[in-house]
Each structure stands twice: as C-alpha cells, then as structure tokens.
C-alpha cells in the first residue's frame, strides 16, 4: 500500500531564517506531488505541484520555492521565511491520473516569530 | 473566476442526520470531492461524485446535480467523532482541484 510521509511535524522558526520541508511517497512510482498551505480555520492553497522529477509548477508567486530532485521526494524550501509563511503545510499525491483522489501526508505546523 | 461555496459552520446533535451543501460555479467540471478533516490532522478522503445522483458509503452519503451547480454531503446517525470540518472540492476543465474553505461541523451531545 502507499503512504506519504512529511517532516518535521511541527517548526517554529525566527523571521528572516531559511525553511526545509520535506515529503516523500512509498509504494507507488511517478506519483503527482502537490504542496498546499492551509492558514488557520481556511480551505487549502495550492502552492506548487510536480508531474515528475524536476518538473514543478507554482501557483502563487512568493518567498517559497519547491524541488523534486528524485521521484518521490517533493521539497518545499525558502530562503527567508516572513510572518505571513506561519500555516500548516500539507504534501498530497496522485497516481498521475487527471481525477484521482488526491492523499495527503500528515502535515507540517510552521509557526514564524 | 471560480467559487465554491459551503456554509462556515453548522451545529447538530449526536444521533441526528445533517446535510452539508456544496454550491460552485468553476470553468468546466470532471467531479467533485468531499474530504474530512479533523482539527490539527490532514484531510481524509470521503466521496467521489462526476455523475449526477446519490453515491452511498455506510452513514455517508454524497449527491450532485451538475445543471444546478450543487452536491451536498449527508452524514446519518452523527457521532461525537464525526466533529470535523468537511471539505468539498471540484475538479474543473484543465483538471486543476479547486478547493472550497470548508465547512465545521460541531456535534452537540
């Protein structure tokens, strides 16, 4: 069976300072990979979404980046993290199929000070 | 531009029945997701809809009407567990997901 792993589970990091996120995926090949961000008590945005090694797409212009440097690894990163990145950070995938249900990881708590 | 719309919270109580609905107005559909999420968890998957109708899973049921824009979820014999806020999201024309806020439910005893 699949299953989607996400670390760390929680984080609080000071303004200004870097941000690792990472996701993996077992039991499946050549899985989409999305990473979504959820603010308190509000539905979920869509970030970045990949299609394969290397491949991302960004939804929102921002401070956040996002890799995918093997195929079931899905990186989001930023360089200086503001107050406005605090959200809880989710990791979804895909069989790669265009109506598949979409099965999220456990989540990341960030909170920036 | 697209929209989908749910109430924000609703309230019932333990044993009862609750009908939660979905409105949206998206370019194109290729169906509709309904997903549970409990406060700090992830979201889980509940129901697929992409043909009009009832689609049953033990005390939960989802419905679509695609000429009215509209589904709802419809949870039977509420539990206290089944506190939560639910999650209703359509699939448009260039099968990107488009999420609705979600709606809370509170199960009263």
């Known amino acids: 069976s699949q299953t989607i792993h996400q670390w760390p589970a929680t984080l609080v990091q000071p303004v200004g300072s870097p941000l690792s996120l990472e996701c993996t995926v077992e039991?499946?090949?050549?899985?989409?990979l999305y990473w979504y961000r959820q603010a308190a008590g509000r539905g979920l945005q869509l970030l970045f979404y990949?299609?394969?090694?290397?491949?991302i797409s960004s939804e929102v212009p921002q401070n956040l980046s996002a890799s995918r440097p093997q195929d079931r690894q899905f990186i989001l990163s930023s360089k200086k993290l503001l107050l406005s990145d605090s959200g809880f950070y989710l990791c979804?995938?895909?069989?790669?199929?265009?109506?598949?249900?979409?099965?999220f990881g456990p989540g990341t708590r960030l909170t920036v000070l | 531009g697209q929209n989908i719309d749910q109430p924000t919270e609703m309230t019932a109580t333990e044993g009862a029945i609750v009908q939660i609905n979905c409105t949206y107005q998206?370019?194109?559909?290729?169906?509709l997701f309904w997903y549970q999420q409990h406060a700090g968890e992830a979201p889980t998957f509940l129901s697929y809809?992409?043909l009009d109708g009832l689609e049953e899973k033990g005390r939960f049921s989802s419905f679509l009407s695609r000429s009215k824009g509209y589904s709802y979820l419809l949870l039977k014999e509420l539990q206290m567990k089944d506190s939560a806020s639910y999650l209703c999201?359509?699939?448009?024309?260039?099968?990107?997901?488009?999420w609705g806020a979600g709606t809370k439910l509170i199960i009263k005893p």
């Open positions: 998206t370019s194109g559909f290729n169906g």
């Open positions: 039991g499946t090949s050549n899985p989409n």
């Open positions: 999201a359509v699939v448009d024309s260039n099968y990107q997901l488009i």
């Open positions: 979804a995938w895909t069989s790669g199929r265009d109506t598949d249900t979409q099965y």
């Open positions: 990949s299609v394969g090694i290397g491949q």
């Open positions: 809809n992409v």
